[in-house]
């Protein structure tokens, strides 16, 4: 079976002093021991918070830049991840494609620059509320995923968690339906099953992202195809326990 996960993307937000309580509410709080569970604070408390942070919970940065090292000016590089013992990092979030410009194709050079070094990649996709109201979710996120696996490669995958993201529910207090989170994690399970192989497709973990809060959690986490959430703001505040503990 795939091991649950669940995810904290703080963004852009926090403070020495938030980000101390909110890690020490996590590490005195009862957790689910079947649950993954990894937070990605902004890059300046990546230390701080696993200083404070019980050895059973991961960190991730929320970016990574591919070069080993150099002339690179506000970038941190996977090594320097690694250094810190920071093991996982979160690629290609809306925000920054949208923000940020990033495209598919530097989203897939940092996956692999990211699973080389040795660091576990949350992979972010989703469609915009234009694009679903088209009819190209699916096209959407198996183009951003296909990017990807044409630098991966099959073993790649092994180190990926896919985060479905619909950019529509981002924020927005509009999280998806369970039947649309169910319908798209299929779909990109079916994608894998036939880009990579059933046997990776079986494995991957593919978690839903999107207004995700203490009361919609439950639900979705009954859905075959749903392995856990990517929580951005409910993960500030103590309600992200209750998430974490969505499937006990
Ligand atoms: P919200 O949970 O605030 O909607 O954010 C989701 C997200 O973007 C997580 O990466």
Redesign the pocket.
Known sequence: GRKFFV?G?F?MNGTIKSIKEIVHNLSTSKLDPDTEVVIAPPSLYLLLARGHLSPNIEVAAQNVFDKPHGAFTGEISVSQLKDSNITWT?LG???RRTILREQDDFVATKTKAALDGGIGVIL?CGESLEEREQGVTTDVVTRQLQAVNKTIGKDGWKNVVI?Y?PIW?????KVATTEQAQEVHAAIRKWISEAVSSEVAEQTRIIY?????EKNCRELAKQTDVDGF??????LKPEFVQIINAKA
């Open positions: 995810g993307n963004k979160l979030h809306s925000e972010c985060a993201e529910a981002i924020g927005t207090g992202g999107g207004s995700v809060n990517l929580v951005g703001g409910a993960s």
